[in-house]
């Protein structure tokens, strides 16, 4: 099973407690593709800059990540600066310029075109929509994105929604989307807009997925999973990037995707979200191996097993 992905591949300047960071790897794309590419096949669909080198390659390369569909562009990289020193649990964003990806047109390679599951990840939602048109065969599609977005964007984001089955934002952004200071409602809100469930990442608390139902009942749907209460969170960009690919990566390695199945998803979505605040940028994720994933997997459970 593959997943194409489209989303941001960039550079970030990260400022938290722990220190700052100039022009590391990053983007959503980057850290859910990294994230994913622990269970299953992933493709990107991107632009990047001139600046974009050989070593920022590699990282993709050594994960077997198929890069078919990254556009090299004349102009610089899409560029993120954000800053943590006042909240651990929301960035507070200092500068973003789009640069390649302001007139960026997404090309679907051929060999992309099997992919049953796509992710939109964070990024303008014209593109996303385009992306979604031009993969009508995908068997689940889910995607992100962000105040930046939802602020801004509104009208062009309310069409990506349409068209997807999963969203996973933050619950501060699923208050805002859905204009409602009560998560459920809101969640209900969001979920009218388009998608069937909802999980909303709660930082370092863990996420909520919520699943609508015909009759617009919630309760026996909904389902909490844990965040691993951690030390130190070094660097919490790409948190939810990672978390969505643990989460979609591990969806689309199974045969059948029933509700255990996503019970579990939430857990490998808790659980790669784990290690990418434990050093800066793509750091942790890089240097992962499925072991540990599976081991904290485990420590995950007994976190909030009963018996
Ligand atoms: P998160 O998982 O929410 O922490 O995502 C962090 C990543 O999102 C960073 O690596 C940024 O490069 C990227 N990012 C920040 N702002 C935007 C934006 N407006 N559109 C797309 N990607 C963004």
């Known amino acids: ?37 622990f269970f299953c096949d992933v493709r990107v669909i991107a632009v990047v800059g001139e ?15 198929d890069t078919r569909g990254i556009e090299r562009a004349a102009g610089k990289s899409f560029f993120w600066e954000g800053s943590y020193l006042e909240n651990l649990n929301e960035a507070k964003t200092r ?11 997404p090309k679907i390679p051929e060999a992309y075109r099997d992919s049953e599951f796509l992710f939109l990840a964070n990024i303008d939602p014209v593109l ?25 964007y509104r009208p062009a984001l309310l069409e990506v929604l349409k068209g997807l089955d999963i969203l996973l934002i933050n619950d501060a952004e699923t208050r805002v989307l859905g204009e409602n200071q009560n998560l459920v409602k809101a969640a209900k809100a969001v979920m009218s807009m388009g998608p069937r469930i909802l999980v909303a990442k709660h930082g370092e608390y863990g996420a909520t997925l919520f699943h609508s139902q015909r009759n617009g009942a ?38 059948e995707l029933t509700p255990g199945v996503f ?29 540990e994933i599976d081991e904290r997997f485990v420590r995950f459970r007994e976190l909030t097993h009963l018996d």
Not at 95 to 105: G, P, S, Y
Not at 229 to 240: R, S
Not at 267 to 280: K, L
């Open 128 to 152: 996303q929509r385009r992306v979604r048109e031009a993969m009508p065969q995908v068997k689940l599609v889910a995607g992100d994105t962000m105040n930046y977005w939802i602020n801004d």
């Open 218 to 255: 919630m309760g026996e749907r909904t389902f909490r999973a844990p965040a691993l209460p951690l030390e130190e969170v070094v660097d919490p960009t790409g948190a939810g990037d990672s978390f969505a690919g643990g989460f979609f990566g591990y969806l689309a390695a199974q045969k």
């Open 95 to 105: 500068n973003t310029e789009l640069n390649v990806f302001a007139t960026f047109e």
């Open 51 to 65: 600046d974009f080198g050989p070593e920022q390659e590699t990282v993709f390369e050594r994960h077997h990540i």
């Open 1 to 37: 099973m593959s997943i194409t992905v489209v989303g941001s591949v960039a550079y970030d300047s990260i400022e938290t407690p722990s220190g700052r960071r100039e022009r590391c790897l990053g983007g959503a794309a980057t850290y859910f593709a990294l994230a994913a590419s």
């Open 263 to 291: 019970r579990r998803a939430m857990f490998y979505g808790s659980v790669m979200g784990s290690f990418a605040v434990e050093r800066f940028g793509t750091e942790r994720l890089e240097q992962l191996t499925r072991a």
